[in-house]
């Protein structure tokens, strides 16, 4: 059958031959993550990481792939068509993600994030297929009759974070992410439609959790890459600001577009203009416009901007405690007084906030092992798990940010 083979780094050559994947593959809007930074702003500090969303995507597919195989070679009976739907679903799962990935969530359209474009895009695009990916569509919003798939789709253990820790871990070089993704991959079971782990893999699974837990304080979190996501956020935001009130801005035609027009969820189903122009933008729009407004007459964009382009990031302090009121307050009197700030500008150069991640969530679907007689319980149910209560509860970080004078 004729298909695609992909010199991936991480894996090495991988291959594509369902048609439906590879029309998906080969669709404009697809395409397009081929410009979307999979790390957002993680290349100011990790030079590496500069890989995209696009490849992300295709890794993880691949490693939908190789679960499949695995589930289907313990006589577990999985549909083609099961088969092709889950590595689409897979595959779009990130579609609807806009410049610079996470950076930049609900700052372009009101009250919308990826999930819920990508769920538009699918729809969108199955239309044009005719219904194709109808089935694809029912296993990434967890309508399927089997309940596993959309498991390995989306869950606390789906082949998306084993793709991105790995991926992540090699173009950054943060060794912390190195996962056993292979022995992972080749201990799944189901029982009763339910995806569980063979007991001998409870150390792998465990060295996953743990595994996100440091690549997201030590690359996600970095304090300099949340201070680098946080100064591009305040851009974007300043241009919206000023495009109300009508000051006229360079912009891409796609990121004019969402400057000067409130969108939201209605405004997408309501117009596909909205979708198709969404669908054009990718981290190049941003990067353009940012490097002209260098020269904007705003002084607080301006300034904004140079301190992206000549990476004068935020100075940005991290602490379990709130931020002490004698501290906001100096940085914030140090700070007008450098740069003669009113008050309405201010907030763009000293502010504070949370951030926060969590190892493994115990609220939501669990991690179930299955054991030796036949039963299963969580994860951190087992006999000295390291997976407890505590260990998993989130951890929230209070910070500041200013600019350096």
Same mark, same amino acid.
């Given at each position: 059958?004729?298909? $695609?083979?992909?010199?991936?780094?991480?894996?090495?050559? /991988?291959?594509?031959?369902?048609?439906?994947?590879?029309?998906?593959?080969?669709?404009?809007?697809?395409?397009?993550?081929?410009?979307?930074?999979?790390?957002?702003?993680?290349?100011?500090?990790?030079?590496?990481?500069?890989?995209?969303?696009?490849?992300?995507?295709?890794?993880?597919?691949?490693?939908?792939?190789?679960?499949?195989?695995?589930?289907?070679?313990?006589?577990?009976?999985?549909?083609?068509?099961?088969?092709?739907?889950?590595?689409?679903?897979?595959?779009?799962?990130?579609?609807?993600?806009?410049?610079?990935?996470?950076?930049?969530?609900?700052?372009?359209?009101?009250?919308?994030?990826?999930?819920?474009?990508?769920?538009?895009?699918?729809?969108?695009?199955?239309?044009?297929?005719?219904?194709? +990916?109808?089935?694809?569509?029912?296993?990434?919003?967890?309508?399927?009759?089997?309940?596993?798939?959309?498991?390995?789709?989306?869950?606390?253990?789906?082949?998306?974070?084993?793709?991105? +820790?790995?991926?992540?871990?090699?173009?950054?070089?943060?060794?912390?992410?190195?996962?056993?993704?292979?022995?992972?991959?080749?201990?799944?079971?189901?029982?009763?439609?339910?995806?569980?782990?063979?007991?001998?893999?409870?150390?792998?699974?465990?060295?996953?959790?743990?595994?996100?837990?440091?690549?997201?304080?030590?690359?996600?979190?970095?304090?300099?890459?949340?201070?680098?996501?946080?100064?591009?956020?305040?851009?974007?935001?300043?241009?919206?600001?000023?495009?109300?009130?009508?000051?006229?801005?360079?912009?891409?035609?796609?990121?004019?577009?969402?400057?000067?027009?409130?969108?939201?969820?209605?405004?997408?189903?309501?117009?596909?203009?909205?979708?198709?122009?969404?669908?054009?933008?990718?981290?190049?729009?941003?990067?353009?416009?940012? $490097?002209?407004?260098?020269?904007?007459?705003?002084?607080?964009?301006?300034?904004?901007?140079?301190?992206?382009?000549?990476?004068?990031?935020?100075?940005?302090?991290?602490? $379990?405690?709130?931020?002490?009121?004698?501290?906001?307050?100096?940085?914030?009197?140090?700070?007008?007084?450098?740069?003669?700030?009113?008050?309405?500008?201010?907030?763009?150069?000293?502010?504070?906030?949370?951030?926060?991640?969590?190892?493994? &969530?115990?609220?939501?679907?669990? /991690?179930?092992?299955?054991?030796?007689?036949?039963?299963?319980?969580?994860?951190?149910?087992?006999?000295?798990?390291?997976?407890?209560?505590?260990?998993?509860?989130?951890?929230?970080? &209070?910070?500041?940010?200013?600019?350096?004078?």
């Amino acid at each position: 059958m004729k298909g $695609k083979i992909i010199n991936d780094p991480v894996y090495g050559f /991988i291959r594509f031959k369902e048609p439906e994947v590879l029309a998906v593959m080969d669709h404009r809007w697809f395409q397009r993550l081929r410009g979307i930074r999979q790390m957002g702003m993680a290349y100011l500090v990790y030079p590496g990481a500069v890989h995209s969303r696009f490849l992300h995507s295709l890794g993880a597919c691949h490693l939908m792939g190789k679960a499949l195989e695995e589930l289907r070679g313990k006589g577990i009976a999985i549909a083609d068509e099961d088969c092709t739907a889950a590595r689409l679903a897979i595959l779009m799962h990130d579609i609807g993600h806009g410049p610079f990935s996470h950076a930049l969530e609900y700052v372009l359209a009101d009250g919308v994030n990826h999930e819920w474009l990508s769920q538009l895009i699918m729809q969108r695009l199955n239309e044009e297929m005719d219904g194709a +990916l109808s089935r694809a569509i029912a296993i990434f919003s967890a309508t399927p009759p089997v309940p596993f798939l959309h498991q390995l789709v989306s869950s606390q253990l789906d082949v998306d974070r084993m793709d991105y +820790l790995n991926r992540d871990s090699y173009f950054t070089g943060v060794s912390e992410g190195v996962i056993g993704y292979d022995r992972i991959l080749q201990m799944l079971t189901v029982r009763d439609g339910e995806l569980l782990v063979e007991q001998k893999a409870v150390q792998s699974v465990e060295k996953f959790i743990i595994a996100r837990r440091l690549m997201y304080w030590q690359v996600y979190l970095h304090k300099t890459v949340l201070g680098a996501e946080q100064l591009l956020i305040n851009i974007l935001r300043r241009a919206k600001e000023l495009a109300r009130d009508g000051k006229d801005l360079f912009a891409t035609p796609a990121l004019r577009h969402f400057l000067y027009n409130a969108i939201n969820k209605a405004d997408f189903l309501a117009d596909p203009f909205h979708l198709e122009t969404f669908c054009s933008l990718d981290d190049s729009d941003i990067l353009a416009s940012v $490097k002209v407004w260098q020269g904007c007459d705003d002084r607080v964009l301006r300034h904004l901007c140079r301190m992206l382009m000549e990476r004068r990031l935020y100075k940005v302090m991290l602490s $379990k405690d709130e931020i002490p009121e004698n501290i906001v307050q100096e940085k914030t009197q140090q700070v007008q007084q450098a740069l003669g700030l009113s008050d309405a500008e201010l907030p763009y150069f000293v502010f504070t906030d949370t951030t926060s991640s969590s190892m493994y &969530n115990l609220d939501k679907e669990h /991690i179930r092992i299955a054991l030796k007689d036949g039963e299963s319980v969580e994860l951190s149910e087992l006999d000295d798990s390291l997976v407890n209560a505590a260990f998993a509860g989130p951890i929230v970080k &209070n910070y500041i940010c200013y600019v350096r004078l």
